[in-house]
Each structure stands twice: as structure tokens, then as C-alpha cells.
């Protein structure tokens, strides 16, 4: 199906799998060090004491002028190698994050097999997969950077050099200007594929 995607995403980040795991397990503080894709979460369900079963809403954005609702339910944690969620709303599918430590680094995968059922997405897949193949890899890029920037803050000897550290990076602003030309793009295809026939 053309609304089918399946990302994996790979990065080298200096620390340790349990600190790594420490941030990414815990999503309601997505928003605070990876803010650029993540504006809003909240929890619904607490889950067990390993956290399985732990539901929380989510609100996200990309590069592209679209925002998506979803929740991600937590299936799966092996501290502090492994998390595992199944994610439903706009897109539904289950996301793998697994951490393995290399000496001073740690090699971080994550594994995201969804189906888009968003319209927007479900029905412009046929057409526009690039770009939101695209809009995931910016999406994952931001994540990079800004577990890398939470990492230099914890890790800061003291309050001035954890302040002298850049914020993460923010929101796309452009999203209106990105809506506009996207339109004009659609409007166009169609009106060449009508003038062909």
C-alpha cells in the first residue's frame, strides 16, 4: 500500500544506554528537549511499574505544514537496551528503539513501521512519499541534535555551563509559506494531468 512506511533511523551519540534510555522513555518530556516535533504530550494511562501499557496522547509536526494526533502505548521495556510502543491515531503501526553501548558511544536504532491514515496522508502517499519520507528523516535529524544537546546539559559541571548550551532546535515557523507552495504544487499537477487528457 502506498500509505505504508517503514523508517530506520540511526544514530551515534555519546553517553551511556542507560542515560539515553533514562530520556527517551520518558515522553512527556518530548517536549521540553526535542520541542521541534514534539509540541504537546500527556499521559491517559499509567501502565504497570515497568511501564508496560502506559498510554500517552501525543501532538506532533515536521518539516511539512501538517501537525499529527496520535497515542503511543508502551509494549516493551528492556532498561536499558530496549522500548517498544504501538502507536494509533493519524498513523498507527509500532516503533522499536534499541541501544547498544560502543565504547564511548552509543549506537541508537530506531525501527518505525506505520500505516499514514491521516487523509492528508493516506491520500496523497501515491504522491507526495517522498516528501514525507523526507519530513521523518528532518524529524529524526532534530531528535539527533537535541538528545545531544539534553545529554551536554546533564552532564554540565555546573548551572553557567549547563546556561551557556544552545536550546533545542524549535518549531518550523515556515509551515504557512510550506501550506502555500504545496497547494500550488497540487493545483498544478492536477491542472497538467486534466490538460493531458
Sequence with gaps: MTNEYHFITNWRVKGT??????????PLEYPRWWPSVYLQTQEIEHGN???IGRRISLYTKGWLPYTLRWESS????????????????DFNGRGIWALEQDGDFVNVTFDWKLTADKPLLRYLSFLLKPAFSANHRWAMERGRESLELEI?????????ECNRIPAPPQPNRTSGLWLGLGVIVVVGIVVLLFRSR
Excluded at 551536554?152 to 553557567?160: D, G
Aim: hydrophobic content about 30%.
Design 49 to 51: 511499574q515497568d511501564g
Design 152 to 160: 551536554a546539559r546533564r552532564h554540565a559541571p555546573t548551572p553557567e
Design 74 to 89: 508502551s509494549t516493551e521495556a528492556k532498561r536499558p537496551e530496549r522500548l517498544a510502543i504501538r502507536a494509533e491515531g
Design 17 to 26: 544506554t542507560a542515560e539515553i534510555y533514562d530520556i527517551i522513555s520518558e
